[in-house]
C-alpha cells in the first residue's frame, strides 16, 4: 500500500477527533445564541418533537475541513509534494456555498416570528448558479492539477473522452448546483445526510485514490471525519440539525470531487439517496401540476414517503444508509472496470 492512503485516512481520524472534542461547546453556543430551527407544518406530525433545536451545525463540519486542508497546504510550501494546490477548489467551493447556506439559515432564524423561511428560493438559486459557474470555469480554463476535469469517464470504456469547455461547463454547473440542492432535500432526518456525504466522499476518496490524486485524496477522507464527528451530535435524537450552511456546502463539494476525477457519471449511484430525494420531488411538483392536485408520492422528499408508509426514522436512516453504501461500493467498482 503506497503511503498516501494510510496518511489519508489518519487525516480523518484526526478530523473526526477535532469535530467531536469541540462539538459539545459548540452546541452550547448554538443554545446561547437561540439558533433553533423552525420545523414546518407540511412535514409529519413527530417532526414537531424537534422545534427550537439548534441548527447551523454544518459550520462544526466546515471548520476543522478549512483548518487542515489549509494547514497541509502551508506545510506544503516548507515540504513540497505534501498536498496539491488543486484541493484549494473544493475548499473554495465548501466556503462559497457555506456562506451563502449560512446567510438562508440566519435569515430563517430571524423570520422565526414570521413563518421561520430564510432568504427566498430564487435568490438562492441563483447564488448557487454563480458559485457553480465560477468552479467550472476555474477547473476548465485554470491550470493546478485539474487532469480529469475537462471531460468524462464512461463506464466500461477505457478511454477518456474530452469535452467541448462550453459542454462541459453547463455539465459542471448542473452537478455541483443539483448535488447541492440533492443533499439539501436529505438533510431532513437525524443523522440522513451525514451518513450518506460520508459514504459518497469515502468512494470517490478511493477513486481518486486510484488516480493518483492525492490532495482530492486527502480532502475526500478529511470530509468523511469531519461528517462522522458532526454525526457523533446528529445522530437520533440530533443535538443539533446540519442546516444549509452544511448541507449546500457538503452537496456542492462532492459534486466538485466527482468532477475532478472525471468520474461524474457516476455521481447518481455513488450518490444514490441524494439522487433519489432531489428526483423525487421534481416528480411530485410536476406530477402536482399536471393533474391539478393528485400526488405520486405520500410526501416528498422521499424519506418522508417512508416515514408516512409506517417506518421510524431509524429505520429509514439505517436502510437508506445501507442502500448508499452498497451503491457507493458499485460505483467504486465500475470506476475499476475500464
Partial sequence: ??????????????????????????????????????????????????TGTPTMGGILILVPVVLITLGLNLARVIQSGVTGSSILLPLAVLIGFGILGGIDDIEGIRSIRERGEGIRARTKFAGQILLSLAAAGVMAFVGGGFQNANGVFVPL???????????????????????????????GLDGLSGI????????????????????????????????????????????????????????????TVALMTGQWLL?????????AEIVTVVLQVSYFRLTHGQRLFRMTPLHHHFELGGWSETQVVQRFWLVGILSAMLGVSLALLR
Avoid at 165 to 179: C, N, R
Avoid at 230 to 237: I, M, Q, S, T
Avoid at 267 to 275: D, F, S, T
Fill in 267 to 275: 455521481l447518481p449511484l455513488v450518490a444514490i439517496i441524494p439522487v
Fill in 157 to 187: 470504456v477505457p478511454t477518456f473522452i474530452e469535452l467541448p469547455p462550453l459542454l462541459w461547463i453547463a455539465a459542471a454547473v448542473i452537478i455541483i448546483t443539483g448535488m447541492s440542492n440533492a443533499v439539501n432535500f436529505t438533510d
Fill in 196 to 255: 450518506i456525504t460520508a459514504s459518497a466522499f469515502a468512494a470517490y476518496g478511493v477513486i481518486a485514490h486510484l488516480q493518483g490524486q492525492t490532495y482530492l485524496v486527502q480532502f475526500c477522507f478529511i470530509m468523511v471525519g469531519a461528517c462522522f464527528g458532526f454525526l457523533w451530535y446528529n445522530a437520533h435524537p440530533a443535538q443539533l440539525f446540519m442546516g444549509d450552511v452544511g448541507s449546500l456546502a457538503l452537496g456542492a463539494a462532492l459534486g
Fill in 1 to 50: 500500500m503506497t503511503p498516501e492512503l494510510p496518511f489519508a485516512l489518519t487525516l480523518g481520524a484526526i478530523t473526526f477527533l477535532l469535530t467531536a472534542i469541540w462539538g459539545s461547546p459548540f452546541v452550547e453556543v448554538l443554545r446561547r445564541l437561540r439558533a433553533g430551527k423552525q420545523i414546518r407544518e407540511t412535514g409529519p406530525a413527530t417532526h414537531q418533537l424537534k
